[in-house]
Nanobody, 123 residues
Framework: QVQLVESGGGLVQAGGSLRLSCAASGRTPSVYAMGWFRQAPGKEREFVSTISWGAGTTYYADSVKGRFTISVDNAKSTVYLQIDNLKPEDTAVYYC????????????????WGQGTQVTVSS
């Protein structure tokens, strides 16, 4: 089992930056990949980015490429999401996710979820 604790969300003006963190504890040596999803009010949860725990291979949704950067600190068992040039459409609850077996692109590939952290971007 893995426990995930997210932090770093908040209210920011458009054009600003935030860094989200997700600290994992528990069975972390078995983790293959981590990822971030987001869910805006009235919308489905959508893929944002994923990173493999060992090689550091990364993927991004087209909507965030060039503005979001995912990274992992294996020593701290923590994954980060640096968000730059925030836009109002980035407003959502951001969820951290873990998979034992694969990079994460869909919600069905997730083995564990974090509790979510709210990001609100004002125009």
């Amino acid at each position: 089992q893995v426990q995930l604790v997210e932090s770093g969300g908040g209210l920011v003006q458009a054009g600003g930056s935030l860094r989200l963190s997700c600290a994992a504890s528990g069975r972390t040596p078995s983790v293959y990949a981590m990822g971030w999803f987001r869910q805006a009010p009235g919308k489905e949860r959508e893929f944002v980015s994923t990173i493999s725990w060992g090689a550091g291979t990364t993927y991004y949704a087209d909507s965030v490429k060039g503005r979001f950067t995912i990274s992992v600190d294996n020593a701290k068992s923590t994954v980060y999401l640096q968000i730059d040039n925030l836009k109002p459409e980035d407003t959502a609850v951001y969820y951290c996710a873990v998979s034992w077996y694969q990079l994460i692109f869909t919600t069905t590939q997730v083995d564990y979820w974090g509790q979510g952290t709210q990001v609100t971007v004002s125009s």
